[in-house]
């Protein structure tokens, strides 16, 4: 029998704290593995197929755990799962900083995977069920704050001397550190997934829909993870210095923050799909135009711009249309994780085949796909009855 509860209506001031930090250590680490490739390449002597497979790793660890989570979420207190992430966030990059070698250096990088999907699934996935129909500002606000670490990795990398640049891992894995404490403000019981805060014993929801969600996910995850990794390597084979492609990557999660930050205000007016459908066509653009004219930096800054809001305001929409879906948001990011595991290497082997300065151009047809997805999303909804309304 179906029972319906509902949510708690906030979280502790520590706790939505600790959400920030998180965040804000995920875009550090995820955007200070572009500028570090030339040189762990050089380092460790491997071709741009292998350091594709790196890019890849940390969602690969995502993968397994976003499903971990999936399994154990009912089983443990969230403070108790949000302390075990942490941990393995932390130990991941330790490793990422120290590993001596090029196997260890995958292992660590897929250890920070793990605790990068259980750590964005708990956060997200309670935010949204907490907060409910209010979720997207606090949504694009948390993830604007990951935008915001990501602008700074790879300054962070630069500022280091040469050849010292992968140290920068050890002082995110303190942060993550720092996070179970504030974590512990959490009132037990707190939801981790909005279908445990709104239908316990539900398992419903539109498979249809469910994968037009999936594949927007993917695509979007394929895309910034891509980018994010091969960015640095694109400008300096077409246009630019080390320094300045180091500049550029950080403008790319500069849009990527600012974009956010802007959608917050803009989704209590503006429906979750619309937006996204038009952030979705505007990546594909900025893709298109870095490949055609690089213009330094900025068609990835204007890239990250359209991009920043999709990840977060995608999860408030699902959440509001599969209310009834158990694992919405975990399946989300289980499509996420697997795009963002599969384009890194593809590109990787076109860099490889045809050189660096193609590298755009299977992201903006990955943004392309996203942009079809919501179209076929707005679509269905309008055939089926279902109203893409605001999510503030």
């Known amino acids: 029998m179906t029972t ?22 995920l875009g550090l680490l995820v955007s200070s593995l572009g500028p570090l490739l030339p040189a762990l390449r050089s380092a460790f002597d491997v071709g741009p197929a292998a350091a594709g497979t790196l890019v890849a790793s940390v969602p690969t660890g995502g993968l ?15 403070r108790v799962l949000l302390a075990f992430s942490c941990g393995a966030l932390a130990l991941g990059q330790l490793g990422t900083a120290l590993a001596p070698g090029w196997g260890l250096l995958l292992v660590s990088g897929v250890i920070t995977g793990v605790g990068y999907g259980a750590v964005t699934s708990l956060v997200n996935g309670m935010i949204a069920a907490v907060y409910g129909a209010r979720s997207t500002v606090l949504l694009n606000l948390t993830n604007g704050v990951f935008g915001i670490g990501a602008v700074l990795g790879p300054l962070c990398v630069a500022a280091l001397p040469d050849g010292s640049g992968r140290l920068v891992y050890a002082g995110y894995a303190a942060l993550a550190a720092l996070a179970p404490v504030l974590f512990r403000s959490l009132a037990a019981g707190t939801p ?19 994968g037009l969600f999936a594949l927007v996910f993917a695509c979007y995850v394929a895309v910034e993870v891509a980018t994010g990794g091969w960015i640095t ?12 492609a180091v500049f550029a990557t950080s403008l790319f999660f500069a849009g990527l923050a600012a974009g956010r930050i802007i959608a917050a205000p803009v989704g209590l007016r503006v429906g979750p799909g619309p937006m996204l459908l038009a952030c979705a066509v505007l990546a594909c653009a900025g893709l298109l135009l870095a490949w055609a004219a690089p213009l330094g930096g900025f068609a990835y800054l204007l890239t990250g711009m359209a991009m920043g809001p999709i990840f977060p305001t995608g999860l408030a929409w699902v959440s509001l249309d599969q209310p009834a879906a158990r694992y ?9 994780n697997i795009g963002g595991l599969l384009l890194p290497p593809a590109v990787g082997v076109l860099v490889g085949a045809v050189g660096a300065a193609a590298a755009p151009l299977p992201l903006a047809a990955s943004a392309g796909v996203c942009a079809l997805a919501v179209g076929a999303l707005l679509l269905h909804g309008r055939r089926a009855g279902v109203s893409p309304g605001r999510t503030g």
């Not at 397994?64 to 969230?78: K, S």
């Not at 390597?233 to 300045?244: E, I, K, M, Q, S």
């Not at 919405?328 to 996420?336: N, Q, R, S, W, Y």
């Open 328 to 336: 919405a948001i975990p399946t989300m990011l289980v499509a996420g």
């Open 233 to 244: 390597t694109h400008l300096r084979a077409v246009t630019l210095d080390a320094d300045a």
């Open 192 to 210: 981790n997934s909005p279908g445990h805060a709104v239908v316990r014993g539900g398992s419903g929801g539109d498979p249809g829909r469910l």
């Open 4 to 25: 319906l509860q509902a949510p708690p209506g906030r979280l502790a001031a520590p706790a939505v704290a600790a959400s920030f930090l998180t965040l804000f250590v």
């Open 64 to 78: 397994a755990g976003v499903l971990l989570t999936m399994v154990v979420a009912r089983r443990y207190d969230t």
